[in-house]
Every structure is written in structure tokens, then in C-alpha cells.
């Protein structure tokens, strides 16, 4: 099932050694998108939230998505949340518990250079903020090739590691660039996660909420007339 939840990566101009350059967005277009959502009267609340509310009545609510950012990259602190509080927005960060306070290639693309990640620090003044954290595992592997045991440890653990550095709970996990299991699905389900997020790779039909599905912002969103497609297509009603 798609869940009224957009993701972004990086909020910041690609250096020269990016090959994927579609996981950026420039600030100035962030700016512009948000701006869109409050020209349009679209509200904007944390993943936890959403789910909630769907947990309740049994849909979304109406006109309203969520703003969520993978990986926990320095420029979400340094690029997005001076726009999210100028506009008065609240988002939901993936974080990866071991990368945090870290320049590492532990998430970028093979031959990529190493890149910034937030800090510890960074994460209890968003917090304060009203931004929320959710996991994005431990270490960032992939959960469709770590073993049982690891795969239920990279989601148990960052759980309560996100818990400990919000000291409020952690609602929802995002699979590491989508890829999930069974097992992965019964472990996130079982360690008290309310729901779990894939990109693309959920049943668009089903309404599992452990392989929901999001809507990627993509650094070609810059054209405004995509990214209003987009937004129509993802809130409820449809536009
Ligand atoms: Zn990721």
C-alpha cells in the first residue's frame, strides 16, 4: 500500500564525484516544494502521526502527508531544517544508528566519496523541534542478504538505540533502500514498530503496513510540474 509519505535523500547540490545525482535535491527547490504544500493548504505531520490516524479510523487523512528523509545526511540538519521551521513543517529522519556523527561510505554509491552524516547532537536540537526519528538499522545492510539473526538485530537494536537518543519511541523503520523479507516484515512487527516503509517495492495493492510504500522526490521534481503530479497523486482524496 502507498502511504501519503514523501522521501527525500540529500537537500544539497551534487559534487562532482555523485553518480547518483537524483537522490539530490537543491535547497532552493526544497524551498519551493514546500511552499507548494502551504500555497495548497496540504498539511504536514510526522510518520508516526499518519499512521496513527490510520491505525484509528482506518484511512489517511485528508490533504495531509509526511516529509521523510533517508539516511540521516549533515545536510538535512544544515539545508532542510532551517526551511522546515521557516515554514513552520515538521519531517520524520531515517537515521543509521552507527553512521551518526560520521563522514562515511557506508551509504553512498560504489565509487562515491565519503559523505557527513548528522550528529548526536543535531538529532536532540531537531527533536526538540518537534522533527522525529525513525530507524534505518543499524549499519545500513541490506535485509534481503543478512541472515536471520543479523536481520532481526539490525532492527531490533537501532529501535532501541533511536529510543534512547529521542527518549521517546520509534514508531516506524525504513527498510535500507527498500529491500525487505518476510522475516524482516515479522521482526519489525514484532519488535513494536507500528509500521515499516519500503520505496517501491511493496504490494501497491495490499494493505500490509510493513512493506508501505513511499513517494520519491527526485532531483528532477525540480520542475514544479512534476512534483505537483506527484503531490496529487499521493494525498487523499486525489486531486
Ligand atoms: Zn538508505
Not at 553518480?19 to 505531520?45: D, M, S
Not at 563522514?103 to 522533527?131: K, L, S, Y
Not at 538499522?137 to 532501541?160: A, C, F, Q, R
Not at 529521542?166 to 525487505?180: H, N
Request: aromatic fraction near 10%; glycine fraction near 6%; proline fraction near 4%.
Amino acid at each position: 500500500m502507498k502511504a501519503p509519505v514523501l522521501l527525500y535523500h540529500k537537500i544539497d547540490l551534487p559534487t562532482p564525484d555523485v553518480k547518483v545525482r537524483g537522490a539530490y535535491t537543491a535547497p532552493r527547490f526544497f524551498e519551493k516544494q514546500l511552499a507548494y504544500l502551504v500555497r495548497n493548504k496540504i498539511r504536514v505531520v510526522t510518520v508516526g502521526e499518519l499512521i496513527e490516524h490510520f491505525n484509528q479510523t482506518g484511512s489517511y487523512p485528508e490533504r495531509t502527508l509526511a516529509i521523510s528523509f533517508d539516511d540521516g545526511w549533515k545536510d538535512n540538519y544544515r539545508n532542510a531544517f532551517p526551511l522546515l521551521k521557516k515554514y513552520g513543517m515538521t519531517a520524520t529522519i531515517y537515521v543509521v544508528a552507527d553512521c551518526l556523527g560520521r563522514t562515511t561510505n557506508q551509504v553512498v554509491a560504489p565509487g562515491e566519496a565519503a559523505r557527513e552524516h548528522m550528529t548526536v547532537d543535531d538529532v536532540h536540537e531537531m527533536a526538540a523541534c518537534g522533527i522525529e526519528f525513525g530507524s534505518h538499522t543499524m549499519s545500513h545492510s541490506l535485509l534481503n542478504n543478512t541472515s536471520p539473526d543479523e536481520t532481526e538485530k539490525e532492527i531490533v537494536e537501532s529501535k532501541s538505540f533511536v529510543e534512547e537518543l529521542t527518549q521517546t519511541q520509534c514508531k516506524t523503520i525504513a527498510y535500507p533502500a527498500g529491500f525487505f523479507t518476510e522475516h524482516a516484515k515479522n521482526s519489525a512487527r514484532n519488535a513494536g514498530y507500528l509500521a515499516a516503509f519500503s520505496t517501491i517495492y511493496g504490494d501497491d495493492d495490499g494493505d500490509d503496513l510493513f512493506e508501505l510504500n513511499r513517494t520519491e522526490i527526485l532531483r528532477r521534481d525540480k520542475y514544479m510540474f512534476r512534483f505537483s503530479r506527484k503531490i496529487r497523486s499521493v494525498i487523499v482524496p486525489t486531486l
